[in-house]
């Protein structure tokens, strides 16, 4: 019987709990997963959405409940798996059906199963949906890329499953091609950088100011009132503060120092350095996650070299506040800066300000800021966050403050990748003299690969003297 609206593929955190929200959402939502017995279970649990759910084990059962044109979300672990979900479905499917892959893609991966798909008359739609298990359940942001006609079967149901900021859907299409991986990828760089960064000023309250976890849970919750609000520096409070029952130790205390990845801040560093676009502070946050997983040679490290200076710096809470407000600033300039260029390049036509408008609600780098970054980029103006007015003035309010605590840190011999790399980003973008005419030089010299000069127009070639050993 064709009766469900949509159909779900992978009852994972994430599926299960999208498909309760498209329920929830007064949709009727058939599922099916490689495991069968959990189609089961999850019907079973389903509770009182259990009149909009529907599902089975066997995938050609699994299809024929869906209504046509039929739509499957594909929510399975991603990689591989999804060619070999695609491999499995196209079969049952017919011209016009549409499958949206709703996973953590590569946005290559996405572009290549476009072109597989092409031909076939089956649709294609790459969805970027962030917001973790309580997203999917109550409402995620969710980055639309594939052909808008295909955008339009699925707006409705999408649209309506999305996290709502001020009344505002945070879904959004994007573009065409891979152009809602792409964006969700850069979402998870710049997740990474705002991590790294908090754990950095957390690191500086520890180990500078010898601050115990309590005393550090009370200023980030503090800060979640100031221009800093947002879920990230929220949950930091709740971190610190929550006490182990087993040890009796605040529990941050007793959690290893090796934090893990699952490629998406990787590839958003790739994705910068191809594009031929400075993310530094992405890319140091992505660094900072490997050097934290080399835990056995940290320690010995520290036996050679010492500690950092314990509890000898001097540097205000307020200064700690604004540095991370500069921090951040860069390194959404980065993100933004990296999407904008890659738009160009795949002809995307990336709406800037939509995606920060989606990003307010929903997704874990959900913010007040990212409210300011939409209004600044309301209209398509300018590409930088650094140049844009809002953002001038807050850049020229805190990056003293950013200053003194990178200084504090390299003093204190405490490691600040982010906000010192944050820091170098600023000063090289507002450099009108740097300094590679010298690189440009040595280019010249050893390779002649010409410079230009500052007075006259043309490519210029010096004849340098050789250093041939006679
Ligand atoms: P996951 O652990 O990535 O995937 C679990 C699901 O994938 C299960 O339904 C599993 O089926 C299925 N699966 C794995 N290999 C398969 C294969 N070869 N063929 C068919 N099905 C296969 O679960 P998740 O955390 O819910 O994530 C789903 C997707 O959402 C991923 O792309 C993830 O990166 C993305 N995502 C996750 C989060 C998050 O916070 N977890 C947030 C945003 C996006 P079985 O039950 O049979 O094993």
Redesign the pocket.
């Known amino acids: 019987m064709e009766e469900a609206d949509i159909g779900l593929i992978?009852?994972?955190?994430?599926?299960e709990n999208l498909a309760l929200n498209i329920a929830d959402n007064g949709y009727k939502v058939a599922v099916f997963?490689?495991?069968a017995e959990?189609v089961e279970t999850f019907l079973n649990n389903s509770g009182e959405l259990r009149a909009n759910v529907m599902g089975s084990g066997d995938l050609a059962a699994f299809v024929a409940m869906l209504k046509r044109p039929r739509s499957v979300i594909i929510?399975?672990?991603?990689g591989q798996?999804v060619d070999?979900?695609i491999a499995e479905l196209k079969p049952h499917l017919a011209e016009g059906d549409v499958i949206i892959d709703a996973?953590?893609a590569n946005y290559h991966d996405t572009v290549r199963r476009f072109s597989e798909l092409d031909g076939t008359g089956i649709g294609f739609l790459g969805i970027g949906?962030?917001g973790?298990?309580e997203g999917a359940r109550h409402g995620p942001s969710i980055m639309v890329g594939g052909s808008e006609a295909q955008w339009k079967n699925a707006e409705g149901v999408l649209t309506a499953i999305s996290a709502k900021f001020n009344g505002e859907p945070c879904c959004a299409y994007l573009g065409t091609g891979g152009a809602g991986h792409f964006v969700k990828t850069i979402h998870n760089g710049i997740e990474y950088a705002d991590m790294q960064m908090i754990a950095e000023i957390y690191g500086i309250m520890r180990d500078g100011l010898g601050m115990s976890p309590e005393a550090c849970a009370k200023v980030f919750t503090e800060w979640n009132s100031g221009p800093l609000d947002s879920y990230l520096i929220e949950i930091t409070g709740h971190v610190l503060a929550a006490m182990d029952a087993d040890s009796g130790k605040p529990l941050v205390d007793v959690i290893v120092d090796a934090a893990g990845q699952?490629g998406t801040g990787r590839w958003s560093a790739i994705e910068a350095l191809s594009l031929g676009v400075s993310a530094t502070t992405i890319e140091g946050a992505v660094a900072a996650r490997s050097i934290s997983a080399m835990r056995e040679e940290r320690i010995k490290g520290e036996e050679i070299y010492g500690a950092g200076a314990k509890g000898k710096a001097t540097i205000s809470l307020e200064a700690l506040e604004k540095a991370l407000l500069a921090g951040k600033i860069a390194a959404y300039a980065q993100g933004f800066a990296v999407m904008a260029k890659a738009s160009e390049e795949h002809g995307w036509n990336l709406p800037l300000d939509a995606i920060a408008r989606i990003w307010r609600a929903g997704c874990i780098i959900r913010s007040r800021f990212l409210d300011q970054i939409a209004q600044s980029f309301a209209g398509g103006a300018g590409t930088n966050l650094l140049v844009q007015p809002a953002f001038v003035e807050m850049m020229k309010d805190s990056s003293a403050a950013l200053r003194a605590v990178v200084a504090t840190c390299a003093i204190n011999e405490l490691p600040a990748p982010c906000l010192s790399s944050a820091l170098a980003y600023f000063d090289a973008y507002r450099q009108a003299r740097g300094t590679t005419n010298l690189t440009q030089g040595q280019r010249d010299f050893f390779g002649a690969h010409g410079f230009k000069r500052l007075d006259r127009d043309g490519d210029f070639h010096h004849e340098w003297p050789s250093l041939v050993e006679k």
Request: aromatic share 0%; charged share 25%; no cysteine.
């Open positions: 992978g009852l994972g955190v994430m599926g997963n490689r495991t959990k929510m399975v672990k991603a798996p070999e979900v996973g953590n949906v962030s973790g298990e699952k």
